[in-house]
């Protein structure tokens, strides 16, 4: 009989660590989405930067940008994608001018915001790897220990950051 209870009493701890288990990587899944929500946004305000400051050369690219922001859910993956694209096709397509030196606080600034897009994608996708790994469980589908959480789904875009133009560094150029 005290057997019975003390193997009830472990196996109710287990199942207690791990519906404690499973809440924590659904945290970890929506703070990394929080983390790549702000690194999208990033992105795309760079991007907004290096066009107005482009007078007019980088129209394809605000207009990404715009259309990055207006997206819905549904569409967000694929505006965020033309975005990439954009931000490639124009920092690779005007080759690098004299013009550059002019953006360049613009261009470092799109650099950083492109491969921390990359970054952020990479871990929210980990977080929800790992999260679905823990829900397959036999044991969690059997009690539904995950409760009523939906699943979370991966972000795929084409988060490739551009080629950005190599500019000379000199003792007077910062």
Do not use: C
Not at 105 to 110: D, G
């Amino acid at each position: 009989m005290v057997g019975t209870l003390l193997a009830l009493a472990l196996f109710g701890f287990y199942l207690s660590w791990r519906v404690t288990r499973l809440h924590r990587l659904h945290h970890r899944v929506d703070t990394a989405r929080a983390g790549l929500e702000a690194a999208l946004l990033r992105r795309r305000t760079a991007a907004l930067d290096l066009a107005a400051a482009g007078t007019g050369a980088f129209d394809e690219l605000s207009e990404a940008a715009e259309a990055a922001h207006e997206a819905g859910e549904g569409q967000r993956d694929l505006a965020e994608s033309t975005l990439s694209r954009a931000l490639r096709t124009s920092l690779e397509s005007h080759g690098a001018t004299e013009r550059w030196e002019l953006l360049r606080p613009q261009l470092a600034e799109v650099e950083a915001a492109a491969k921390g897009v990359h970054m952020a994608r990479t871990f929210y996708n980990g977080a929800v790897s790992d999260t679905h790994r823990a829900r397959r469980s036999r044991l969690v589908r059997a009690f539904r220990l995950a409760g009523t959480a939906p699943l979370p789904d991966f972000f795929e875009i084409d988060d490739q950051p551009p080629r950005i133009p190599v500019l000379p560094v000199g003792p007077d150029i910062p």
